[in-house]
């Protein structure tokens, strides 16, 4: 039997969850989904200092707008929790003094001074190999003063006793096999007595392993720590149940140069968090995408293809196709440039595809903000919405494109007014409603081919007549099919429109 896939996201929760964040949440996904194994939602808030209050409500929401579901978690439970790390100080006491007894690692009793001094003094200063013996620990202390001083309730740390001069080699599975010499690492601080809670190194990996996890996919910028986690793997005795890395590639700046950030999205006018965030301490409103009117599919199939591509020119994925097709194969190495203009384009599509129904019910409460939405059918926002969906990226955008079905113009665009409204215009104007008036079937197919027949007869101007019809009930020159738009509204309204336009709009400039 091969064993179950077990995978974990493992946030900090000192801010709102950033777009690459969420990507590697959803690959994490993808691959539990398609192996049929476990979806970990791990909070690791073991750095008292960077806690935010909020942020880990905001990370439970955001993966639940996007669609990712979590297997085990604080929510969920599941039967290797806690699930947040604050909760399992007890469990990794054990393992501090696991490594202690085994002499892998040793206690530390430097103060921040004491290792200021050093780095003036010893140029490129590190704590490991080189230096250790140099220091106040408990390799350079008798024991028994170390006791003591514990005992006596002095500030130590432990850090991890990292062996000089080995190879030490990580197996990515995007990167292949990477390989670091140990004695470039520095013995790295695994617990704090001040707060009695492992670092992050410690913590995340006594958690990998007792939570069973199979496979650490996590952002490049944690390939740095991989060896010291290897190490650590060893050194607890568990090597030989060491999980798979995989290390994702980088999100870049719209222009490839650097890493994607914060800044950016101000900058360039772009969320880069998924919901909107109100910072507790500053106040500061960071956008997200939610609020911006993506759809979360939409979001879905633009962070999977920013480091993942389907091997040919697809670019429509559902969720459950992601699943069925990601593979790590065809995750590249190189850093993916964050597209934001392609993410407006996957959120056109998704609105495009989607049934007018839908989207008119997505669309009711932008609705309901500018007039008395329940005044309207359902039937009647979806045919709305279904004839200038086309001209949209985001459900927002919808109500300025189809404002006059809801409500008659109270005003007429001035540059049409002085194009198209002529001397004689509402003396035609009197005779188009008199041709509408004998229209028994008003649908578009039905009564365009009689308006025009009856320009054409009259040997009216075509462009002039049908665009002041238009200014009388769209109030402007644009919009869709005008025979599509006169149809919804039905005759009444129609003809309401243009006599009311007869008697408001009036000629400007040089119209005669
Ligand atoms: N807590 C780390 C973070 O905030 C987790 C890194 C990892 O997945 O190992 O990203």
Redesign the pocket.
């Known amino acids: 039997m091969t064993q179950e896939v077990r995978v974990?996201?493992?946030?900090?929760p000192?801010g709102p969850l950033h777009i690459g964040?969420v990507r590697?949440a959803l690959y994490n996904y993808l691959f539990a989904r398609q192996k049929d194994g476990k979806m970990i939602l791990r909070i690791?808030d073991t750095d008292s200092t960077r806690f935010v209050p909020g942020a880990e409500e905001y990370i439970n929401e955001a993966l639940q707008w996007l669609g990712i579901e979590i297997d085990e978690g604080v929510k969920e439970g599941g039967d290797y929790g806690p699930y947040k790390q604050s909760e399992r100080r007890d469990i990794y006491r054990r393992y501090v003094k696991q490594l202690l007894d085994d002499g892998k690692a040793y206690v530390a009793f430097d103060t921040p001074e004491q290792l200021e001094a050093k780095r003036a003094e010893i140029k490129n200063f590190q704590y490991d190999a080189s230096t250790r013996l140099l220091m106040s620990n408990s390799l350079t202390l008798p024991a028994q003063e170390v006791q003591q001083r514990i005992e006596s309730g002095e500030k130590y740390v432990v850090r991890f006793k990292i062996e000089p001069d080995r190879d030490v080699e990580v197996n990515d599975l995007i990167r292949g096999l990477v390989t670091i010499h140990s004695s470039v690492l520095d013995d790295k601080v695994l617990y704090k007595s001040a707060d009695d809670l492992p670092t992050?190194h410690l913590a995340?990996i006594v958690d990998?392993h007792l939570m069973r996890v199979t496979h650490?996919?996590?952002?490049e910028?944690?390939l740095p720590?991989a060896p010291l986690h290897v190490l650590l793997y060893e050194a607890l005795g568990w090597a030989d149940t060491m999980p798979q890395f995989v290390h994702l590639p980088l999100l870049l700046k719209p222009d490839g140069k650097g890493k994607l950030s914060k800044r950016d999205g101000d900058r360039l006018g772009f969320p880069v968090f998924p919901l909107e965030w109100h910072d507790p301490k500053s106040g500061e409103v960071s956008s997200g995408y939610r609020e911006r009117g993506y759809l979360p599919q939409a979001v879905v199939n633009f962070l999977a293809l920013l480091g993942w591509n389907p091997g040919d020119d697809r670019e429509m994925f559902t969720m459950q196709e992601l699943i069925n097709e990601f593979s790590f194969e065809h995750c590249s190495k190189k850093g993916a440039k964050f597209d934001y203009e392609k993410g407006k384009w996957f959120n056109h599509e998704y609105l495009m595809n989607m049934p007018d129904e839908q989207l008119a019910q997505l669309f009711t409460p932008v609705l309901a903000q500018h007039c008395d939405a329940s005044a309207f059918s359902a039937q009647y926002i979806a045919r709305a919405v279904g004839m200038v969906k086309g001209r949209v990226n985001f459900v927002g955008e919808l109500w300025d494109n189809t404002r006059f079905f809801f409500e008659a113009p109270t005003s007429y665009a001035e540059k049409d007014v002085r194009k198209r409204w002529k001397a004689d215009t509402p003396q035609i104007m009197r005779q188009l409603i008199e041709v509408l008036r004998g229209i028994d079937d008003f649908s578009a197919e039905a009564s365009e081919p009689i308006v025009l027949q009856w320009i054409k007869d009259h040997e009216l101007h075509m462009g002039n007549v049908m665009n002041a019809f238009r200014l009388t009930v769209v109030g402007e020159c644009k919009g869709p099919h005008m025979f599509l738009i006169t149809e919804l509204l039905g005759k009444e309204e129609t003809i309401a429109r243009i006599e009311r336009g007869i008697e408001t709009i009036q000629p400007i400039g040089d119209a005669q």
Not at 8 to 12: H, I, K, L, N, V
């Open positions: 974990r996201f493992a946030p900090s000192t964040g590697t690791e992050y995340n990998d650490v996919i996590r952002g910028e944690w720590s």
